[in-house]
């Protein structure tokens, strides 16, 4: 009974015969990529909660700070709206729609095979929690919260590491659709592994040359029944 059961575990792991070799590869390979997602969404949380921690300690009740003279500068905003300011007195549904980004990457992520697409749905993730994160616990209320913006390019709306992060992410989403990188990691119009040989029959068996000259699939076969003997046979 023992060795039934053993039989019977190996075959269902690795139906195709692959060896534990090969199956671990293939987990690790299939975890890898849903582990890079998480990775960059706690780095990007972490990196957007800190940055905004400092920017209210630092830069509330002052005016702005030069970072660049004339190109880059650091003032405190708390906004109502979306990223850059968009959409401002809309918090309430720009928290709901946060929530809504956040469950679709969740459920993206289990047929994800591509490092770089987790890279992106990682910083879509981390920048949605971010801001998000903000709407629940900043003043005035849960799901009202303001975001804290702080960095400022001059002719360009007020922004945080959040921002930047959906951003980057959206730029890199659109790097990897046009080299045609699915989620699966493959590229599209890839030829499949599994095509037969040029001039295989139905089957995928090569064609055999007979001795006239004429391509076969098979071995001419004996009409006596002794089988694969061809006109010069015993």
């Not at 960059?40 to 003279?69: C, E, F, M, N, Y």
């Amino acid at each position: 009974m023992g060795e039934a059961t053993t039989i019977g575990s190996s075959v269902s792991e690795d139906p195709v015969g692959r060896g534990p070799a090969a199956v671990s590869a293939g987990v690790g390979a299939s975890r890898r990529p849903v582990i890079t997602l998480t990775a960059a969404a706690v780095v990007i949380l972490l990196l957007d909660i800190v940055t905004k921690h400092i920017a209210v300690a630092q830069l509330s009740d002052r005016g702005a700070v030069d970072v660049i003279p004339g190109v880059l500068d650091l003032r405190l905003t708390r906004n109502s709206g979306a990223a850059f300011s968009l959409a401002g007195g809309a918090t309430v549904v720009l928290s709901l729609v946060a929530l809504a980004v956040i469950v679709v990457v969740v459920f993206t992520a289990r047929r994800l095979r591509s490092v770089g697409w987790a890279i992106v749905l990682g910083a879509l993730l981390g920048g949605a929690l971010g801001n998000l994160t903000d709407r629940v616990f900043r003043a005035p209320g849960p799901l009202r919260g303001h975001v804290v913006d702080f960095v400022h390019l001059h002719h360009w709306p007020i922004f945080n590491a959040a921002d930047s992060a959906i951003v980057c992410g959206g730029i890199l989403a659109v790097v990897l659709s046009l080299l045609g990188i699915g989620l699966d990691g493959t590229r599209y119009g890839d030829s499949g592994a599994g095509e037969a040989a040029p001039g295989a029959d139905s089957r995928g068996a090569a064609p055999v040359g007979g001795d006239d000259g004429v391509l076969r699939a098979d071995p001419p076969v004996d009409p006596a029944g002794r089988g694969g003997v061809g006109p010069g046979g015993p």
